[in-house]
């Protein structure tokens, strides 16, 4: 079955702000709440995505009595694009949460803390990392009694994995599948285990 989703109208855009900043959202300037509605063209991922780029930027920021606007819009250059606005918020994370985030990408939407510390360069700070990516907005972390996290959008994790260099991108496909293996063992009792195994293998280095 086709769904068609019909862009957000700048009504419901403006809505969806208020819903957002909660009680802040009548302290925010017309030109702010115009300059989100207007570049997020009606797609709710990129209306969140604009305010996280405000927010990074400085332009927004929380105090103690809520969101107020501390900088010039206008003087901001917004990305045209979703995929760009996504690539200029990884570029401005720290190198050591950028480099985990694109290690976990090479997991997929989903992916496990534990093979996440195995592959990753540095296993010691994982923790700690991963707060910093949950805070920044690009993971969650997901109930139950594995310790599961997974990206926000699987959009925000394509792009994330399409920035890496083919040579990384099969360099950790082949550590993961590795990793897998001696999580599971060469025979997993679980389909999405073996359908995981062959897929990093498949993507790994001859």
Known sequence: TAIRLAPLTPGDSQ??????????????????????????GGN????????????????????????????????????????????????????????LVQEAAVLGPVFDETLLRMIGSAPESCAATLAVLRDAGFV????????????????????????????????????AGEALERLCGAHPPRLEDLEALGHHFRLSPE
């Open 15 to 40: 809505a969806l702000l208020d819903r957002l900043f909660g009680p802040s959202a009548a302290r925010l300037p017309a030109g702010v709440r115009e300059l989100v509605v207007a570049r997020a």
């Open 44 to 99: 709710p991922l990129y209306l969140e995505e604009v305010i996280r780029n405000l927010i990074d930027a400085g332009v927004l920021r929380r105090t103690e009595t809520g969101w107020e606007c501390a900088g010039d819009p206008a003087a901001l250059d917004v990305p045209q694009t979703i995929h760009a606005l996504l690539l200029s918020r990884l570029d401005r994370l720290p190198p050591d949460a950028r480099r």
């Open 140 to 175: 969650e972390a997901m109930s139950g009694a594995d310790p599961r996290h997974r990206f926000t959008h699987a959009f925000l994790q394509e792009v994330v994995y399409q920035n890496l260099l083919m040579r990384r991108r099969a360099e950790l496909h082949g550590r």
